[in-house]
């Protein structure tokens, strides 16, 4: 059982360039979440989803597109990436009223 | 909207008993979930309090007071490898389902 897969572990993007972050779960699980942590900052929320086909901007969303076309894949893209995107990022999915998150194991973005 | 505050830092040493505090401000919510996450790896999630009152895990337990928005996680026994942060975390009740997490402890245990 996967659980939560995300990629890459690792990635180094240049100023204004785009990509995309990916996540998927073999747990059918309706919510799917991301957050960046950054140092002292905790986790904040920037999309989430409760399904295929819906999704919703967190606290932070500005600079990040999601999409849910399937209740396993929970891609964030980012349009032009900025040095202030530099961060961990984390996908994280649960039922929709569940007690507990299950995380990918995080990609780390740097802007140069 | 939503916001839950958390002390910073808090520092123990091995054998102690640790109170991690919890404090929100929120309009519903289903209940109050707590994860550890050691430097470089993802948040684990460590309990659940549904109801007010406390929860027991083994070493750990966690606390839940509606009445005073408040929670907390109590950390038995510490141990080296306790040290980590660790993160209060809320579903929203109000329909949006959101997961919301708080801004996080630091704890450092010292031998």
């Known amino acids: 059982n996967a659980g939560v897969t995300q990629t890459p572990k690792f990635q180094v993007l240049k100023t204004g360039q785009s990509m995309t972050l990916q996540c998927a779960q073999d747990?059918?699980?309706?919510?799917m979440s991301w957050y960046r942590q950054d140092p002292g900052m905790g986790l904040r929320l920037i999309h989430y989803?409760?399904?295929?086909?819906?999704?919703d901007q967190g606290e932070v969303p500005n600079g990040y597109n999601v999409s849910r076309s399937t209740t396993e894949d929970f891609p964030l893209r980012l349009l032009s990436a900025a040095p202030s995107q530099t961060s961990v990022y984390f996908c994280a999915s649960s039922y929709i009223r569940g007690t507990e998150a299950f995380f990918g194991q995080g990609t780390r973005l740097t802007v140069v | 909207g939503q916001s839950l505050e958390q002390p910073s830092e808090v520092t123990a040493v091995e054998g102690a008993i640790v109170q991690i505090n919890c404090t929100y401000q929120?309009?519903?919510?289903?209940?109050l979930s707590w994860y550890q996450q050691h430097d470089g790896g993802a948040p684990t999630f460590l309990s659940y309090n549904a109801l007010d009152g406390l929860e027991e895990t083994g070493r750990f337990s966690s606390f839940l007071s509606r009445s005073d928005s408040y929670g907390y996680l109590l950390l038995q026994e510490l141990q080296m490898k306790d040290s980590a942060s660790y993160f209060c975390a809320v579903r929203e009740a109000s329909g949006t389902y959101k997961y919301i997490f708080g801004t996080g402890t630091r704890l450092k245990v010292l031998a």
């Open positions: 989803s409760v399904g295929a086909g819906i999704t």
């Open positions: 929120t309009s519903g919510f289903y209940g």
């Open positions: 747990m059918n699980h309706e919510y």
